[in-house]
Structures are given as C-alpha cells and as structure tokens.
C-alpha cells in the first residue's frame, strides 16, 4: 500500500496537505483491496495524468521523450500535434467531479497546451487536487496567472544550479528563466498570504550532476522552494529491453515502444554517489529532501550496476493499474506511461466505464499473475506502493 521506506516522504507530504494524504491512504487501502480480491476491477482511480501535449520547447539528452533516444521523436507530425479539445476536457472534467481524482498536468511541456490556464481554473473549480509537472522554461511567463489559479503543486524540473542545468540542458539562460518564474511565485504566495502552489523541486540524477548534488540543495535554499526530490534515473539495458517486449507481446500483442527512450548505460558510479547522497542528507535543513526510491546502499550499488536488478525494500507487484489512470493527447486512456495497451477512448465512452470495461480488467488479471514486467523495476509508478 505505502511501503514501509517510503513513509518518511509520505509524512513530509501528509505535514503539508493533511486532508490530501488522508484521501490518498484511504483510496489506496480501497485499490488494495480490490488488487487481493484479485477479478479485474479497481474502485475509481486515486489520480488520473492528463498528458496534454506531445510538444516540448527542450531538447534534454536523457529525457525519454524528446532526448537522445526518446520516442517521440519518431512520432508523425499529425499525431504530435494531437490535443483534446476544450469540448472534451469540459466533458472529462464533468465526470471528474463524481469520483474527484487527483489530476496531474503532464506532457511534453504542459504550459504549451493552449488553453492552459482556464483548464487549471475549470479543474480547480471541480474541487480537484491539481499537480503541474514542468521544465520551468515558461514559468516566469504564467507565474502571476498560477499563483492565482488555486493550483496546488508544481513540480519542477531543475538538474543542479545555474552553470550545470544550463550545461545539462544545452540551453544557456534557462536556469535565471525558471529562477524568475519560481521567485514571482513564492513573493506572489507571500504577498496575498497563499501557501499554494506548493514549488517541489525535482532533480533526476545523472552522469552529468550526480558528483555535484550538493548545488542543487543550494539553489532549493536560495529559491524558497517548499521541497525538494532527486530520483534515481530510470535506464534499461538492451537486455531487459528484449525480455519487455517479448513478454509483453505475448501477453497483449503489442510492443513496448516507450521504454525504447530509456535504453542506455547510466554512468553512475555509485561509490561516489552513495556518498553524496549522505552529505546531502546531513547538510540540507529547513526543507523536506528526499531520494526516490528510498534505496539503501546495497541497492543504489545494484540499480546502477546490475541490469536485473530487483529491490527488495519494495513489493514485488505494481498496484499502479488500480490506482492511476493516464489519459493521453489523442483521448487514449493506458495503464502506465509507457506501455501502449489501451484500455479505451474518452472521445468514445466515458472515463469510468473505460477503467473498469474488459480490456483495463483484462490487463490487471495478467499483471497480477504475472506480479510485473521486465522493465517494471526502472519503473518510478513501481517504488509508490
Ligand atoms: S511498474 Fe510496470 S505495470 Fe506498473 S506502472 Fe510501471 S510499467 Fe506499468
């Protein structure tokens, strides 16, 4: 349900949004009951991930997506430029309001959706818990319009301080960017007395920041930000790759094409990591810090240096499919960000009728037999039960 090591991190949320944690735990325990009984169906998910857009305005190498082997890429044109109509997104927030999920903004860059900002209205309106998870370029852009939109979380992108993001990002002037867009938030939020949105900084560590996490621990300070996340990279080996799509093609007759964006070599070396991750630790106070997965040593050293690498701090099954439900640009609705199983379409049947019809059902009798898939363990949705 909440493993064990991650309860520090559902703590420092639970300080913060008490109510909202208190309806996480309870729509978990009912997910969990339902994954025991074991027959296919979920009670109404938890949270839904709207993705609004392909489109993104960065070129990050190790992004999954648009990086040096992301996906997207070979995406058509047409399909890119892919997004649900107002019309649509007014119909799905309707049926929001029966069930009220915990809505996440994703993409592509969210801020590039071009009717972004009534959403957020229409959803905050809806009495939704509303999270944005962005790169941060557009911020300083939309800072005065979301400090007011009653959002509560932005998740922001940031990989060190202001000479190694730029250098990461191979976009110089990025960092000052979000640096103005978080800064006019928080004065906004102090001049009108507002504690929301809360500013999360969220720090993927990499071959190119992982000797240096220290600066990113600065920047949190300096900025104001209300916490502050480094997860470990999510990489596949060709290896494990093969197995994903053999196993999964056998099961539902589809490759695993979003995985593909995740193949290469971490360069991490963990001796050094493993350190660092101490020191930050011991150095940073005044701000919650955490690193997910909750990793101990022995299995930081394994996830950067063994292919097959299994936690055993974690379960061995992913309740994600009980819980979260991902709703893409073109209306798709999908078990998990990057498997192409698709449950449904909400320009054709309604949200709810799509999460519990055969094929979402059938999905999770397969996964339960199975408990995961190879690539489940590079998995971020896999750590969170
Ligand atoms: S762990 Fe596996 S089943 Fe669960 S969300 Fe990730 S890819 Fe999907």
């Not at 498997?339 to 059938?362: D, H, M, S, T």
Request: glycine share 8%; charged share 25%; proline share 6%.
């Amino acid at each position: 349900m909440i493993p064990r090591v991650n309860i520090p991190r559902f703590f420092h949320k639970a300080l913060r949004q008490p109510f909202y944690a208190l309806r996480v735990g309870w729509k978990r325990l009912e997910a969990y009951r339902c994954f025991i009984r074991g027959s296919g169906p979920a009670p109404a998910p938890e949270s839904v991930t709207l993705f609004l857009t392909h489109r993104c305005n960065l070129r990050c190498r190790m992004c999954g997506q648009w990086g040096e082997s992301g996906v997207t890429k070979h995406v058509l044109p047409a399909e890119l430029k892919e997004e649900l109509t107002p019309e649509v997104m007014d119909d799905l927030i309707e049926q929001f309001k029966i069930f009220k999920p915990n809505v996440t903004l994703f993409g592509g860059e969210p801020l590039l959706y071009g009717k972004i900002i009534p959403l957020i209205r229409k959803l905050k309106a809806a009495g939704l818990h509303l999270l944005m998870i962005t790169n941060g370029s557009l911020l300083s852009q939309y800072a005065p319009e979301l400090a007011g939109s009653g959002i509560d979380e932005i998740n922001l992108s940031l990989d060190g301080d202001e000479e190694l993001h730029d250098r990461i990002r191979e976009h110089p002037g990025l960092f000052r960017k979000i640096a103005e867009g978080v800064e006019s938030i928080q004065r906004l939020k102090r001049e009108s007395g507002k504690k929301k949105p809360l500013v999360n900084l969220q720090c993927t560590i990499n071959q190119w920041n992982y000797r240096q996490l220290e600066r990113l621990a600065a920047v949190a300070k300096a900025l104001d930000a209300d916490s502050l996340t480094f997860h470990h990279l999510i990489y596949l080996s060709e290896g494990v790759y093969r197995k994903q799509e053999e196993v999964f093609y056998d099961d539902f007759g589809c490759d695993s094409p979003g995985w593909k964006g995740f193949l290469f070599s971490p360069g991490i070396d963990p001796a050094v990591l493993i350190p660092k991750i101490r020191e930050v630790k011991r150095r940073v106070r005044g701000i919650p810090v955490d690193f997910y997965p909750a990793f101990g040593d022995k299995e930081i050293t394994e996830y950067y240096t063994n292919p097959d690498f299994r936690s055993r701090s974690y379960s061995a099954h992913c309740l994600s499919p009980w819980t979260c439900g991902y709703v893409f640009s073109d209306g798709s609705v999908k078990p998990c960000l990057n498997l192409p199983y698709v449950f449904g379409n909400i320009r054709e049947e309604r949200f709810l009728e799509i999460w519990n019809g055969e094929k979402a059902g059938n999905f999770r009798r397969r996964l339960k037999e199975r408990k995961n898939y190879p690539a489940c363990f590079r998995c971020t949705e896999f750590y969170r039960y």
